[in-house]
């Protein structure tokens, strides 16, 4: 429900100022991309009651009535700025990777990136005085490739952290984070069960391609990249299932929600 995952996000940013760790932004990341950007209607004038287990999003309920948590929504992505950078003692840590820019008096960032559909993240920094930034690499990542200024670097992370230090000048920053299919398999109430990750996304089968969200599949079935319009998505290749976000699963446009 979005206020639960509203509540997630406020808790690991309070722990993430206490102690700026890594794991309080990957919980961040994935609450943010898999559930809240989700449950926000196209229009952005309201929040859907989003239960993924059921594979649907109520809109509206009778009489026109709003259906869940409008201003506990609304007041998350009223603080998306104060999510973007943590910035002290010379110290820039990029805390969710969207287009975005940050200044002050003595430094300019401006990141470019499609993330999360593609994990290239291009940083152009200019600074008056030395600094360092601080990359994190997801938890979901496995291999990952840094250049600065052209020349690569050792990406060996330390708590889930790179620090690259910049001397005084302009410098181009750029993190590439290879994106994987991870097929995990548990067993719940002695009934087993097979999720699918792609980078930070949790992936699902949706509703609007038939079937139910909880579709049987066969223990042959293989996750496989496909293309529609353009865009990468995953494929159960025995059983024909197509895979979309979590937070595309669901919606109300199935014609665009791919």
Known sequence: ??????????????LFYD??????????????????????????ADLAYYQGNYGRKIYRTAGGMYQCCRYRGFTLFSYLPQM?????????????????????????????????AKGILKFDIENTSEMTLRLRIPAW?????????????NTESK??????????????????LLEEIRVMRHLIDDKRYLSVEYGPLLMAH??????????????EAIPCLCEAKGIELLRMEADGITLVDF????GNDPENDL
């Not at 937070?247 to 669901?250: E, K």
């Open 1 to 14: 429900e979005t206020c639960v995952a509203v509540g997630i996000v406020e808790n690991a940013l309070a």
């Open 19 to 44: 102690r700026p760790l890594a794991k309080y932004l990957d919980v961040i990341e994935k609450t943010l991309l898999n559930h809240m950007v989700g449950s926000l209607e196209r229009s952005g």
């Open 84 to 116: 973007a950078y943590y910035y002290k003692d010379g110290v820039l840590i990029p805390m969710i990777y969207t287009p975005s820019v940050f200044k002050t008096q003595e430094l300019s960032c401006k990141l470019t990136t499609e993330y999360p």
């Open 141 to 153: 990542c496995e291999k990952s490739a840094l250049f600065v200024n052209g020349q690569p670097l």
């Open 159 to 176: 708590n889930g952290y790179i620090d690259v230090k910049l001397s005084v000048g302009s410098h181009e920053i750029l993190l590439e």
């Open 206 to 219: 949706d509703t609007h391609f038939g079937s139910e969200l909880w579709q049987p599949i066969s223990p």
């Open 247 to 250: 937070a595309s699963a669901g």
